[in-house]
Structure formats: C-alpha cells, structure tokens
C-alpha cells in the first residue's frame, strides 16, 4: 500500500480518469426491486444488480412511471491503472460541483481491465455532470 499526500492522489487520480474509458448511457435508469425470494430474470438491458438481506435491485432503463430516475456513466479502467480512492475522490469532486450525491455500483471484467464502474446522478444533472467529467479529464 502507497502512501501518498493529497496533491499526489489528486494529480494520479487526473490521469486514471483521464486513461480510462468513459461512457454515458442514452436515456433515463432507474432502479427496480422485488422480494428476495422473487430474483429477477436477467436480460441484456440490465446493466446492474444487487441484493441485500431482504431484496433483490436492478437498474434498467426507465419507463414512464419511475419516481426516481438517473442519468448512468461507467468507467472501464485500463489494465494496472492504479484506481485506489477513485471511487471516494470522484463522489466528493460531483458532490462538490453539483451539489447532490451520486451512486456508483462496481463489478469485474478480467479482460476489461478488471474492475469498472457505474455511475449515477440525478438525471436532471445529466449536462453537468458530463461537463464535470469532460474538465476532469481534461485537467491532466
């Protein structure tokens, strides 16, 4: 485990976000949830799901009726990049800048570069939030 001051974690965190490979999703997501005992079938427009003790959650497209909807990027990281803290860091910097938390839900893909992420934000922040990532990777 590196340590590291906070102006060296910022400046490597420029390049990983800089590296890594951003994608925005078209459209409105949403979350959908049932009873643990009731899994969801799998199809290809989900892009996550998760449980808990008591429920299962996926994140799809969102139809007309959702009470909350979110806009959805991911970043696939390029393999070796050191990713520590990227999570925390770029959670504070929209947080910050947009004034609304966000969330993120993680998963593997060994061919891909390993671990990659989901974001989500108000989808009415849609704009802002990618003019934030866009000045992120810029920064470098």
Known sequence: MSRESPEQTERRLLGVIAAAELVEFDGAW???ESPLEQPPVLTSE???VVRDENSWSWLVPAE???EET???FSFHFPPAADNSGFVGWLATVL???LGTGVFVVCGQNSS???IYDYWGCPVELRDQAR???EDLRRDR
Request: aromatic residues 10%; charged residues 30%.
């Open 112 to 114: 891909r570069g390993g």
């Open 95 to 97: 947080k910050q800048r």
């Open 64 to 66: 007309a009726d959702a």
């Open 70 to 72: 979110f806009a959805v």
């Open 46 to 48: 989900m892009l996550a």
């Open 30 to 32: 949403a979350f959908k």
């Open 131 to 133: 003019r934030v990532l």
